[in-house]
């Protein structure tokens, strides 16, 4: 018996490590953790005498190692208006490495011709490792109880770049424009997967369901584009612009799925449900025509375009092909009514293509409670954008004001279709929606200072209004679950600037709250509020006293995920050799107090989550500014802040 089978075993095994580079394994259900991250490069840059090539190129090697430690708390509105209860409680470890390996060229033979070229290369390796423990209620009964395992290793490698190649034709204005752009991908993955599902009839165990598995998944990709445009001044600053776009993506993937056979103690049984060879084919176009006016007041521009698209796929034995033709005008006005007020109002369409998770007929089944295939026969969606942005300032009385809106509409958007069995296990699909998915938000910012005094306050507040379309289907029957959600958050700062000292006092108030159409539950609203102030403080010339004070408090979450918390951070600096030098000690969230918690609400489901967070931890830093680079100082070594966020000195390297 193989070191892997044993620790497939052990049943409560946590790994040390987890998954890798830019590889692809299966999906991850846990949230963002506790991050440890080394990194370390170098760039060159170098130009000829002449000046007509300038060359620049980087390489950065990093790792990284994240671990999580979650809870969720999650009830899922079901068709028949009835709810199941899902708790959860697991850990998740990702190991990776990487190398990055990036240049620009550029070659200027004329005033009026320029090439662009910008390579690339990158490949790493890592390892992944999940644990959960799980359990579902439904009408106050236990539907299922188990844990799922889940490991594995990947190796991911990229390459490609871009050339850009400029042109101006004589007559002032005329110019053309080609850019080619190419990239390629390859992703390995070898992992495992085993799980133990208990199912209960009267809360009594009914029925055992265990899955241990061994895949292995090659996933590649090619994408290839070209965009070529043409300007034509037309005179009294009108100009006509013509563009075209092709792009063309190549997936391809292997999943080889093998059950592990008792007799043989291997995994020599090819499991044909989790197993397929996929090929998939995206071809997307864009031609647009657009007529331009720029004029020192306003600028103006007012097109149209015809986007067709075409998706192929094979895989499970069928080919399938699908044409869509979409039309769409686009428009953009920029007006300055003086040289403080401003107004910018922008449309646009554009087609969006199925990701390949999407697309994969392929079904995951790492997590026993969600299984999720892709559809091979999507529809790329078409979103309508719509932009406003109003900016006003006074330089006399230190103000400035800003109103920013965003709207937009998707037509064939991808949903989840989503059936429920009696045990209480989610079997996912993807599918087009056929209703129209909008989503509204505008964010409003202001800052004056208070009379001729040092005083000055600050507002910012933030909302968005949406829906999203799924389709759930318990005992055998679908109804189409529209959920609506509303999300609204202020912050209002009171600030003190005097030359040596500055303080702040301010708060956060944060609501949201969700509406399903298959279920009337109505105590979904949530807030979290916060209380902040911090100083600032330079004496003695080159000494630095910092600290800022959050507390922050919650209201309508699940029990146990509401807590309130205090985050403190401090740090003292001192500046020495004529500030070529400063060094910094740093204590973060000194309490201990920190805490990951949030609520998702979308689709048929409220979900309350807590993630571990690094903690209280002390930082020692030295920079050295050994140059001005743009009016900005030197390099800075160390990171900005921690929780919180002290701010650092700020610092530009060069380029």
Partial sequence: MSDTRKQIEGG????????????MRGMSFFGSGVTSSKMIGTNINTETNDKKWLINASYMYSTSNNNVEETKNKTTMMSDTSSLYNNEAGKENTVTSGHNFNSEIEYTPSESTSFIFRPYLKFGDGSFDQSNNFQTIRDLDSTNRGYSLSFGDNESQQIGGSLLYRQRLGKP?????IRLKYDHSHNVVDGYNNSETNYFENNVIDSTYTIDQKYHQVQKENTISVRASYTEPLGKNYFLQGTYNYSYA????????????KVSHEYSDLDSVYTNDYTGDFISQRAEIDLR?????????????VQPSTTKSNGRGRDTTYNVVNFAPSARLDYRFSDTKFLSIWYQGKTGQPSLNQLLPIADNSNPLVVTEGNDRLNPSFNHDLSIDYRTNNKKNMSWFGLMADASYTKDNIINQKVYTDDGVLHNKYVNSDKGIYDFSARVMFNSRIAKSDFSVSSFFTSGYGNSVSYVSSKGKYVENETKTLNLRESLRLQYRADNLELMAGGDVSYKNAWYSVSSIDDIATWTNSIRGSVNWTFLKNFNISSDIRYTFYRGYSSGYGDAQTIWNASISKSFLHDAFTFKVA?????????????????????DVSNNTLG???MFTLTYRFGKFGGQGGM?????????GIRGHSGRGPR
Avoid: C, H, I
């Fill in 587 to 607: 204590v973060y969230d000194m309490l201990d107090n920190a805490k990951s918690t949030y609520r998702t609400t979308t689709e048929n489901y409220v979900q």
């Fill in 12 to 23: 409560d095994r946590y790994a040390e490590t987890m998954g890798g580079g830019d590889g």
């Fill in 616 to 618: 209280r931890y002390v």
């Fill in 636 to 644: 800075r070594m160390g990171p900005a802040g921690g929780p919180g």
């Fill in 250 to 261: 190549k997936n391809e993937t292997e999943k080889y799925t093998y059950n592990y056979n």
């Fill in 293 to 305: 006016k720029q004029e020192d007041k306003y600028n103006f521009m007012f097109g149209f375009s």
């Fill in 173 to 177: 204005g005329r110019t053309m424009t």
